[in-house]
């Protein structure tokens, strides 16, 4: 999934429905970079914006979930 190859990103946007956000593409985010996807199944869909964030133990991820 995702471009490894031309990684890190600053956004990446996923434009099909999918169940969970696979790691491989948090790991091609940079510092302060922002994934958004529609996640869940049918009809339980919700968008979730996930922003990466670097602290003391390395990276980390902030999740906010997002009204359709």
């Not at 696979?22 to 940079?30: A, D, H, I, R």
């Not at 602290?55 to 997002?66: F, R, S």
């Amino acid at each position: 999934a995702g471009l490894a190859q031309q990684a890190p990103f600053d956004v990446i946007m996923v434009s099909g429905a999918i169940t969970s956000i696979p790691s491989v593409l948090l790991e091609q985010l940079k510092v302060d970079g922002r994934l958004f996807a529609i996640t869940g199944d049918a009809p339980a869909m919700q968008g979730q914006l996930v922003t990466c964030v670097a602290g003391k133990g390395g990276m980390g991820k902030t999740t906010h979930q997002v009204a359709l």
